[in-house]
């Protein structure tokens, strides 16, 4: 009897190369996902940070006399952005001689949360941090 050659591959070989076509297309596309998603997340933060600068300005270009009357308070914020619900409170602490503001906002009740705080003193000096 002959032996005849054959070419080609074996049904095992072409479902082993295709088990390994999905492991790594599923691979890539958990990636993407992931990355999607954590720019999503700075996108967030980035507009919280905007909405928290415009909310301090407001206080802080208030006059020291018209910040008095909020301390000891905390307001309430509930401000829409980018079709999402940005959250959050401002307190007013009264110092020795300073008041200080802090912040605090979340997005749709995230566990995330942006805080801000400054002083603002009787002659306009200020110490912020993040």
Known sequence: MKKTQKSGFT????????LLLVVVLLGSASVSY?????IQGH?????????????????????YPDLQAF?????????PVNGKTLTGSVDFV??????EIALDLK?????????????RYKYGLSKAKL
């Open 11 to 18: 049904l095992i070989e072409v479902m082993v190369a295709c």
């Open 34 to 38: 992931r990355s999607g998603a954590g």
């Open 43 to 63: 996108q967030d933060r980035r507009e919280a940070t905007i909405a928290a600068n415009i909310i301090l300005e407001k206080y802080w270009n208030m006059t």
């Open 71 to 79: 301390a000891g308070t905390s307001i309430s914020i509930s401000k």
């Open 94 to 99: 009264q110092g020795s001689d300073c008041i």
């Open 107 to 119: 997005f749709n009740n995230d566990s995330d949360s942006i805080q801000f705080a400054t002083k």
